[in-house]
């Protein structure tokens, strides 16, 4: 498995953004596809956005798409995810996962993904 830790989660104001990384360690990050996903509150866990091993793709949920981008650097075996004009709906644990197989480019669901973080926690007040 990979271990993977994030950082840099918080308490923002709708509007604000954060950014939020998430070092890997443990086997060859840049063969694995990455992703992020997130808890709110009473609410099951689900996806936020994918990008493959390369970096070439990405993949976001709908409720995210133009204020959320995902992004990687493999030098330094960390993801990203950059989110921006944040809502308070987007108040939850947040957490960053690794994919179970190497090379994959497919959008990947939840299950598809092995290793998981912690999470670290977002809230957006209004």
């Known amino acids: 498995q990979m271990q993977l830790v994030e950082s840099g989660g918080g308490l ?8 939020l990384s998430c070092a890997a360690s443990g086997r060859t990050f840049s063969r694995y596809m990455m992703g992020w996903f997130r808890k709110g509150q009473g609410k099951e866990r689900e996806f936020v956005a994918t990008i493959t091993w390369g970096g070439g793709i990405q993949y976001y949920t709908d409720a995210v798409k133009g204020r959320f ?24 644990v947040y957490f960053c996962a690794a994919h ?10 939840e299950t598809d993904f092995g290793s998981w973080g912690q999470g670290t926690q977002v809230t957006v007040s209004s």
Request: proline share 2%.
């Open 12 to 19: 923002v104001q709708a509007g604000d953004s954060l950014r």
């Open 69 to 92: 981008t995902i992004s990687r650097d493999n030098a330094k075996n960390t993801v990203y995810l950059q989110m921006n004009s944040l809502k308070p709906e987007d108040t939850a």
């Open 100 to 109: 179970r197989r190497q090379y994959s480019s497919s959008s990947g669901s």
